[in-house]
């Protein structure tokens, strides 16, 4: 059954349509983002499928037909829509309806019904691919055209002030913005951007996805430690934000920094920052693709040593793979589990799947799932 199909058969009428929208993968610039600092994410080709309809009685009604959420559909009215409510995963979208109304979009009721391929809380933002289905289903829906960057901006208020999550804005950015066969760079605190040429087919390559299927528990509280350390050293250092701090002056910033741990935090958010621009600089060139591949890994280093953000089924997963001839390779997302990317020969894929299949069969650890991410196009109406 389609999308329309099921739409149709729970709420007894046809879709107006459906509408599409990517989790991601970030290549590179991680913990950055709540440091002013760029990213470079790009999208992946699973999506969050939105069927909707508008509705004039000024009521929200939501499914899901992913497993893992129940499958009844919520009902909420439009006016009870507050932060705080504790909708379970209907808070993402209820949160994106809430926070175009609470823009000043002239947004109504609606019927939605979702259905995914994201892998749901493996760092390839679900959360973000399921807000910006909603938002775009919605701008057309009320005929707003509410432009893309703004799009992200709302859906990310929904994930913050509604969810109450608090992430950065590279998500939403993503999943809105990205284009097939480009990364995209962000500059996370004037949001500008740029679409930067990734074709990783047409140089024979490929980018793996290892998804440990791990999230270690403690996650939460470490982020908010790294948050508040990073704050820490700029304030430390006198300026705005580690974003602030040049490459070239880090020696002399280290220098003035006590706290072993701050110098670690700092170091790892102005040396990735160096590595988003350096990245840039070689996929903009004529230069070959494959010169990225040490720089993720020394991304992977930092992430482990000075950020400690990594675990042991990250690190097993890139070590083996560069052991197994990857040309690259480095947790991505916030860390304690989730994913890690894997740049690779095409050649190669099988020798360095089947490396981190026998490699974590050994370890004891749960079948990690690898797949390849094509840099796909963001969000889209599909029909
Ligand atoms: P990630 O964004 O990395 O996948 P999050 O914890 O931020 O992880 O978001 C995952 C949560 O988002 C799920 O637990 C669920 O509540 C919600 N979610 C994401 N996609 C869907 C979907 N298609 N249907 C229902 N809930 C979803
Ligand atoms: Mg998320």
Redesign the pocket.
């Given at each position: 059954m389609t999308v329309a199909d099921v739409f149709h058969e729970l709420y007894g009428r046809a879709a107006e349509g459906v509408w599409a929208a990517p989790?991601r993968v970030n290549l590179i610039g991680e913990h950055t983002d709540y440091n002013d600092g760029f990213v470079m994410p790009f999208a992946l080709p699973h999506t969050?499928l939105a069927a909707a309809g508008h509705r004039d009685d000024g009521v929200l009604r939501l499914h899901?037909g992913?497993p893992?959420?129940p499958g009844e559909v919520v009902e909420l009215p439009l006016a009870e829509l507050a932060p705080g409510r504790a909708d379970?995963?209907a808070d993402?979208p209820a949160g994106v309806v809430w926070a175009l109304r609470d823009a000043g979009y002239p947004v109504g009721g609606a019927d939605l019904h979702?259905?995914?391929t994201?892998?749901?809380?493996?760092?390839?933002?679900?959360?973000?691919?399921?807000e910006v289905a909603t938002a775009l289903a919605l701008s057309d829906l009320y005929g707003l055209g509410i432009e893309r960057g703004e799009l992200a901006v709302l859906c990310r208020r929904a994930e913050n002030a509604y969810v109450g999550?608090p992430?950065g804005i590279m998500?939403q950015t993503a999943s809105a913005c990205c284009t097939s066969g480009h990364a995209l760079f962000l500059d996370t605190r004037d949001l500008s951007q740029r679409q930067v040429p990734f074709d990783l087919a047409a140089h024979g390559l490929r980018l793996l996805v290892v998804d440990t299927r791990v999230k270690h528990a403690h996650s939460d509280g470490e982020y908010g430690k790294r948050r508040a350390g990073c704050e820490a050293g700029a304030a430390a250092l006198d300026v705005p934000a580690l974003r602030d701090v040049p490459y070239a002056e880090l020696p002399a910033a280290l220098a003035r920094l006590e706290d072993p741990e701050v110098r670690r935090l700092v170091r790892h958010v102005v040396t990735e920052n160096e590595r988003v621009e350096r990245t840039i600089a070689l996929l903009s060139s004529a230069s070959d693709v494959r010169a990225i591949g040490p720089v993720l890994t020394e991304g992977h280093a930092s992430l482990r040593d000075d950020f400690r953000v990594s675990c042991p089924e990250l690190d097993l997963v890139v070590d083996t793979a560069l052991a197994a001839g990857a040309l690259g390779a480095r947790m991505t997302?916030g860390g304690f589990g989730?994913s890690a990317i894997v740049l690779t020969e095409e050649a190669a894929v099988a020798t360095v799947t089947s490396s981190i299949d026998k490699a974590f069969a050994s370890a004891g650890y749960p079948a990690p799932r690898v797949f390849p991410a094509v840099p796909s196009q963001g969000a889209h109406r599909v029909s």
């Open positions: 989790g969050t899901s992913s893992d959420v379970g995963w993402y979702f259905a995914s994201v892998p749901h809380g493996a760092g390839l933002s679900s959360s973000a691919a399921l999550a992430t998500d997302g989730g």
